[in-house]
């Protein structure tokens, strides 16, 4: 640092200022210092930084269910808006999703030194576990779970409105017969796109099946889509908890001679990459993952500096594709 300082003509104090992006430096001092730094190959002494701050400018993120779509994705932008922050992450993904794998999780992100943590929370059992052993941690959840009378922070799609726009969508085409194909029973986001698939119906005077494929797997749903297909002909569209899920159905309805649109339409829920190379290509619910992930560190940042806790709920986009059409005749 004073290496820096003596190579633009400023005080240390200034460039301890610029590294820590204090608003008392004019932009072109600022300008120089980063120049200085650049040229000079300056890097930050983190553990120094601790010492005097009293924090290691580390974020820890506990991740269940790491091996889907949604938390991996949500995962990568936390590193990323992070390290653009200046805070590292240190990860903790435990290879189940029960209470006491999770609990353990968070204790492992504790002892090593993180100033708050990030976690991505699909049920009752991981929120319950991560808020008790987090304990007064700043705490920013990615989950629909009810978090009343805690002070933790959610940041969330409407998981709920993002199901009524894809039902909605199938009845403005003329379906009256919608079935509804669920993940698994103990999910949060399973149970509110079931809400909001029931809401959009009952408001429309509908009913329609439901079935749980009791995960969010292709194989799952495209055992039970067949089955659904085979045994109701008047059925006329399919909404699905989530595009693998969609995939399935897709190979169902192929198999039976379903052909889709002009048979039977189906809606997915996420948009991955690769759900418009679908065939057809899918008609689905596009989540912002990667800037709630965003979203979820900025809160966190807030909260490590005082602030208070918030909840954040982003509305979703349906993407229309060529998987759905108006019924038959």
Known sequence: MMDVAKHVGVSHQ??????????AVKDDTRQRVQAAMAEIGYRRNRSARALVTNRTFTIGALVANSHLYGPSTALMAIERSAHAQGYSVTVSAPETSTAKATASAISRLIDLGVDGIVAIAPTRSVLAATITAAADMPLVALTSGDVSGTDVSTIDIDQIEGARLAVRHLIGLGHQKI???????????AECRLEGWKQAMTAA??????????????????RLAKQFLSDDRSLTALFTANDHMALGALRAAHELGRSVPEMVSVVGFDDIPGASHFIPPLTTVRQQIGVIGAMAVDALVNRIGGGEPETRLIRPRLIERA???????
């Not at 509908?206 to 995960?215: C, K, R, V, Y």
């Open 14 to 23: 200034t460039v301890s200022r610029v590294i820590n992006n204090h608003p």
């Open 179 to 189: 079935a509804f194909l669920a993940g698994p029973e103990d999910d949060f986001h």
């Open 205 to 222: 005077g509908l009913d329609g099946p439901m079935i749980s494929a009791g995960s969010w797997l292709p194989n799952d749903s495209y």
């Open 323 to 329: 998987s759905t059409a108006a019924p038959p005749e």
